[in-house]
């Protein structure tokens, strides 16, 4: 018998829906700078399924890891962290 591993989960922000039963969520990361040592902030774009349909642009929800849903969907939603007041869509 095999032990299952833990799937990985990320925070990120609900930029906006794309479709029925799928957002894009932008999820921010601070890293060292190599050579000069600042922190810098970079970013990713996810596709994720949200099967309720509750998430709106501009909340910020945690994310979990999932078998592939479609060609670009690999995560799902897992809680609803802080519900903001609805963002300008950004455009992609």
Known sequence: MTERTLKRTKTGMVLRRSGDKTIIVEVERTTKHPKFG?????HCRYHVHDEKNQCQAGD???IMESRPMSRTKRWVFQTLITRNAPVAEAVA
Do not use: L, T
């Open 38 to 42: 600042k922190y810098i902030r970079r």
């Open 60 to 62: 910020f929800i945690s």
